[in-house]
C-alpha cells in the first residue's frame, strides 16, 4: 500500500521558517517524481515546488522561488520542503503527492497533509 506521510507543520511569525518532510512507503521512493502542493483555507489546490527523482532537478512556484527548497534523500524515502522567510500567505495545509508538477493535480497518492500557519 502507498503512504505519504507528512510532519513538521506548526504556527509561526512572519519570516519564521520550518521544514516539512514526507516519509513515503509502499513504492520504490526513488524512482518517482515527487511534489509539494497546498491548500489555503477557502481555496483550491495549489502546486508548490517538484524534484525529480536523482534530484537533478527542482521546480518552484514563483510566490516561493528563493524562499522554499524542496530535496530528497532517497536512502531514506523521505521527501522534504524548507520553508523560510514565510509570510502570512503561506498559511496552507501542505501535501506531499507522487509525480511530476506535469500532471500535479492528477496525483495518484497524496498524503493527509500538514498545517502551516503564519501569524503573528
Known amino acids: 500500500e502507498v503512504q505519504l506521510v507528512e510532519s513538521g507543520g506548526g504556527t509561526v511569525q512572519p519570516g519564521g521558517s520550518l521544514r516539512l518532510s514526507c516519509a513515503a512507503s509502499?513504492?520504490?521512493?526513488?524512482?518517482?517524481?515527487m511534489t509539494w502542493v497546498r491548500q489555503a483555507p477557502g481555496k483550491g489546490l495549489e502546486w508548490v515546488s517538484s524534484i525529480t527523482p536523482a534530484s537533478a532537478d527542482t521546480y518552484y512556484l514563483d510566490s516561493v522561488k528563493g524562499r522554499f527548497t524542496i530535496s530528497r534523500d532517497n536512502a531514506k524515502n523521505t521527501l522534504y520542503l524548507q520553508l523560510n522567510s514565510l509570510k502570512t500567505e503561506d498559511t496552507a495545509m501542505y501535501h506531499c503527492?507522487?509525480?511530476?508538477?506535469?500532471?500535479?493535480?492528477?496525483?495518484?497518492?497524496r498524503g493527509q497533509g500538514t498545517l502551516v500557519t503564519i501569524s503573528s
Open positions: 503527492t507522487r509525480g511530476s508538477r506535469v500532471n500535479w493535480d492528477a496525483a495518484d497518492a
Open positions: 509502499g513504492f520504490t521512493f526513488g524512482s518517482y517524481h
